[in-house]
């Protein structure tokens, strides 16, 4: 599983970092989690509210910072 | 209700005098604290329902569909209710203008986004009551609404960075939320917002109490009352550098009006303050070319100033 989290750097931005590598940690989930920090990028997914989370290509969401509960849920 | 609970504080349980300047200044801060907060509370998880219906994706779609005129409104409009935070600038920029929103109502959208929105509307309705709170929402759309017409009249598409007008944008596919999910996200961000804002409320409201119970006939009037013509221009020049969200600067224009300050020039100062700002430049240089970032801030400290004026002279 491949998950990248969209943000161009702003405090949320690493909140969900962080929140996403401890949902992939707790839920024992084999997946590489990956900043995307280049506006290119972002604009590819169509996102334009960061921070926004990806999984296996898929726009999970956008423009909020989910808890690791919330991530946790969307990895199973 | 409200009031006799601040009294009974202030006087009964610290045990201050009713008639003293200090037992003036801490009800006025006890009162206008759990006003402030309860407002907060109920009106921003509201808020926050009603945008998780207005994701900037969505908001991308309606407007795409409108040409100018119509469309600044509509972006105007939308702005209020839109979540936006200055970090997402470029993003939101790159996506309005690649989905073939006119450069104009892109702009009516970035003013009255930071500008116009919850928590500058409860700060002035808890301070200053409904008439004023109103009053500055109406006159921010305007201020977004006029600014970006401007903007779009002068044809500068060719003054935002090349790259932009090259760059791939894909569809995202959001999901649409359940109603859990929704209040999920209403609470969460009602939390976090709650958090953020509550040391710039406090201390806001402290200086109006002191204010309220101690502030003399003060010289700022001299400097920057009715009789000074260039009054208004001269808090807009202030404003525009300074970076604050509503919940500190309100507190800071409530003092400003307490020392005597014509409503118009404190509530040109208030959206110079949240619409333009030194770090916003940074941020928007990365999407727009020197000129185009000179006459964005320019038509928006101009049209601010006008509203100031119209202010001080009509109310």
């Known amino acids: 599983m491949k998950i990248e ?72 | 209700m409200l009031k006799t609970f601040a009294d009974y504080f202030a006087f009964q349980v610290i045990g201050l005098d009713a008639k003293s300047r200090l037992g003036e200044a801490v009800d006025f801060f006890v009162y206008d604290t759990v006003k402030i907060f309860l407002l907060l509370t109920t009106i921003v998880y509201v ?6 219906y207005f994701s900037p994706e969505r908001t991308r779609r309606i407007l795409s569909h409108n040409r100018e005129y119509i469309g600044n409104v509509l972006a105007a409009l939308l702005g209020i209710v ?56 109406g006159s921010g759309v305007v201020v977004a609404i006029l600014a970006g017409m401007a903007i779009g009249r002068l044809h500068m598409e060719r003054y935002v960075q090349d790259y932009v007008w090259e760059m791939k944008v894909g569809a995202a596919e959001i999901q649409e939320q359940s109603f859990r999910e929704k209040h999920q996200y209403a609470s969460g961000y009602t939390k976090e917002l709650l958090k953020k804002i509550w040391p710039y409320v406090v201390v806001g409201i402290g200086l109006g109490a002191f204010i309220h119970g101690y502030a003399p006939e003060d010289l700022l009037v001299r400097y920057a009352g009715r009789e000074n013509p260039l009054a ?6 202030i404003g525009v550098p300074l970076y604050s969200n509503a919940a500190g600067i309100v507190p800071v224009v409530q003092a400003l009006m307490g020392k005597g300050l014509p409503i118009g020039t404190v509530l040109a100062f208030m959206m110079a303050v949240t619409a333009l700002s030194f770090p916003e430049a940074v941020i928007l240089k990365n999407v727009l070319k020197t000129r185009l970032l000179a006459t964005f801030f320019g038509i928006v400290a101009a049209a601010i100033i006008i509203v ?5 002279t009509f109310l």
């Open chain 1, 5 to 76: 989290v969209l943000g161009t750097g702003c405090a949320k931005c690493k909140t969900l970092y962080e929140n996403t590598k401890k949902a992939v940690e707790e839920s024992g989930t084999a997946a590489e989690v990956l900043k995307v920090e280049d506006i290119p990028s972002i604009m590819r997914y169509g996102v334009m509210s960061t921070p926004a989370l990806v999984i296996d290509g898929q726009v999970k969401f956008s423009g909020k910072v989910a808890s690791v509960v919330e991530i946790m849920g969307l990895l199973s």
């Open chain 2, 47 to 52: 808020v926050a329902v009603i945008r998780s």
């Open chain 2, 82 to 137: 839109t979540p936006f935070c200055s970090c997402s600038a470029v993003p939101l920029f790159i996506g309005f203008v690649e989905s073939g929103i006119p450069l104009g109502v892109t702009f009516s959208f970035l003013i009255s986004s930071p500008m116009v929105n919850e928590v500058a509307l409860i700060m002035l309705w808890g301070l200053f009551g409904w008439k004023i709170a109103l009053t500055y929402v």
């Open chain 2, 232 to 237: 208004v221009q001269l808090a807009v020049l």
């Open chain 2, 308 to 312: 100031g004026y119209m202010f001080n």
